[in-house]
């Protein structure tokens, strides 16, 4: 019994007949995020503010993978997947007209995506 659950759930997380990983993942980006005078007056409603985002970034056909609140030159550092750069830009200048925080955002590289960067450098 536990070896038909098994191939059952092998065949479950098997991809598709023609599906490419490569096409399916979306560019990352690494956040850096700082509140301006009117988010630090508000900071109780930071994590509001972050449920908010983030649905906004889902609405967008995104997600966060990571987000947290930090301590240094920094108040918050997230990693984010959008679909493409003016997807991000757009979220971005969203966030920033709420008029509570600035952000500096960096499009990050995987490992899987180095080796055609670099084959590109002749």
């Known amino acids: 019994m536990s070896d038909e659950r098994l191939v059952v759930a092998r ?10 990983e490569k096409e399916a993942e979306m560019p990352k980006y690494v956040i850096l995020v700082n509140w301006t005078d009117q988010g630090a007056k508000s900071a109780k409603d930071t994590v509001s503010r972050f449920r908010a985002a983030r649905q906004l970034v889902e609405s967008k056909g995104g997600t966060f993978d990571t987000f947290f609140w930090t301590l240094g030159p920094f108040d918050m550092v997230a990693v984010s997947d ?38 590109k450098m002749g």
Do not use: K, Q, Y
């Not at 065949?11 to 490419?20: A, E, Q, R, W």
């Open 11 to 20: 065949f479950l997380i098997v991809p598709p007949p023609g599906h490419n």
């Open 82 to 119: 959008v679909p493409d750069d003016e997807t991000g830009t757009a979220i971005n200048l969203a966030l920033a007209s709420t008029g509570n925080v600035r952000t500096l955002t960096m499009r990050a590289f995987t490992e899987d995506e180095m080796p055609g960067i670099i084959a």
